[in-house]
């Protein structure tokens, strides 16, 4: 039988800095900790894919605790990471008189977590919020922002707000039902701890990956996720805000994200990320910040570790692309700005914002050459 591993807690070093609960088979305490608070129900919001592996556990342990609870669910998937999805999901809290005295708890991956935490946020300006991801980049890094956000009709995550939960609740387990790609995705997230800010995270994941990635036992995930929190703790540590230092985490997400967004999430979040890295890097030794040897590091672990492909979507044109950019979050009066390598471990600050303003005629140069030496093939990973 598999062995809990011990609930540790720990603090996540943002502004507000939730207490975040992390261990394996550890949801039994979950009624204990809820019961902490005063209140006059509970709203879990999940969606039907988890509400049918967990939702008889869960309402199990509300039910043991005596927590009155309404279930809620919302359509699953990236492309509903919309506004009339966060607003069917308000209307229907409301509708079910939800009040200032609830608490939402959002149970799912980083997709879902991001609507319900931003809907948290909204209703009667503000309803206390609890985060359950399912996902290792949940549990490992959408949960260590404070960020719930959906998209726009022109980008990802356009519209949002920092709010923070009253508590975070990772519990590993749920990391078993996961799909293998979904794991690898988030490992790409890992792996640029990697890149800008800690090499020896390589080192680890050089190894790690040698491992088949579908035979990880409960413990291996729980090991692997509480190394993947560690490593993004250590940046928050150095700058929560997320403004400067911190930034540093968008490392590959202004290319990724516009992948992503025109894909409607059919490329989903880690890979999009992944294939946005590789460009970063070829980005940053274009401009000679760093050698072809750590560009071709990016290459050795998404396409020869992990096995993803990391190539541009044929109907993607780089056009679409450059356009997509100015929707970004990095864009500024005077044009939009990269987070690049300098070298292993470390990311250009030559402003103290670590990010770097790039003539758009480079970056269209660096996508088209990009574009045009990675043939695209339509396997996800
Ligand atoms: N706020 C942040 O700072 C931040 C950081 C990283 C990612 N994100 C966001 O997170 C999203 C990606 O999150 P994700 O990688 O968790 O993917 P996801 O939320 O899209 O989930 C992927 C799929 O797995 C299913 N699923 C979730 N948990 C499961 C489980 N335990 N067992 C079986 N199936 C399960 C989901 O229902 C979904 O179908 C993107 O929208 C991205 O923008 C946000």
Redesign the pocket.
């Given at each position: 039988m598999t062995q809990q591993i011990k609930m540790i807690n720990f603090k996540t070093h943002l502004s507000p800095d939730p207490t975040y609960y992390f261990g394996n088979r550890i949801t039994h305490e979950l009624g204990k900790l809820i019961k902490q608070y005063d209140f006059d129900k509970v709203f879990l919001v999940t969606?039907d894919?988890?509400l049918n592996?967990y939702g008889k556990e869960l309402t199990n342990i509300f039910d043991q605790n005596a927590i009155p609870h309404i279930v809620v669910t919302i359509p699953?998937?990236?492309h509903h990471?919309n506004f009339s999805n966060l607003e069917n999901l308000c209307e229907k809290l409301v509708q079910n008189q939800i009040s200032k005295g609830s608490i939402i708890i959002g149970f799912?991956?980083?997709?879902?977590t991001?609507i319900v935490g931003l809907a948290a946020g909204l209703i009667f300006r503000g309803i206390r919020y609890i985060e359950m991801?399912?996902?290792l980049?949940?549990i490992t890094?959408?949960t260590l922002?404070n960020?719930?956000?959906i998209c726009g009709k022109t980008g990802?995550?356009q519209f949002g707000m920092y709010y923070a939960p009253i508590f975070l609740f990772g519990d590993t387990k749920?990391?078993l039902?996961?799909?293998i790609s979904?794991r690898k995705?988030?490992i790409t997230?890992a792996i640029k701890n990697g890149f800008i800010s800690d090499g020896n995270l390589l080192e680890y994941f050089d190894t790690k990956l040698d491992e088949d990635i579908a035979a990880y036992s409960e413990a291996d995930l729980n090991e692997l996720a509480l190394k993947i929190i560690q490593s993004k703790l250590k940046i928050l540590k150095r700058d929560p805000s997320e403004k400067r230092y911190g930034m540093t985490l968008e490392y590959g997400h202004t290319f990724g994200h516009a992948i992503?967004f025109f894909t409607d999430?059919q490329i989903?979040?880690?890979l999009s990320v992944a294939k946005g890295m590789c460009i970063a890097a070829e980005l940053s030794h274009y401009l000679g910040y760093i050698s072809q040897a750590l560009v071709d590091k990016h290459y050795y672990f998404f396409q020869n570790k992990l096995g993803l492909d990391i190539s541009i979507p044929e109907h993607m044109s780089v056009d679409d692309m450059m356009k997509s950019f100015l929707a970004d979050n990095k864009k500024t009066a005077s044009g939009v700005k990269y987070v690049l390598l300098k070298e292993l471990g470390e990311c250009l600050n030559p402003d103290g914002d670590y990010q770097v303003f790039v003539e758009p005629e480079i970056v269209r140069k660096v996508l088209t050459e990009y574009k045009n030496k990675h043939a695209y093939s339509s396997k996800i990973a």
């Open positions: 969606n894919i988890l592996l699953d998937g990236e990471k799912g991956g980083g997709c879902l991001n991801p399912t996902t980049m949940g890094d959408s922002s960020k719930q956000a990802k995550n749920y990391l039902s996961e799909s979904g995705f988030c997230e992503e999430g989903p979040h880690g």
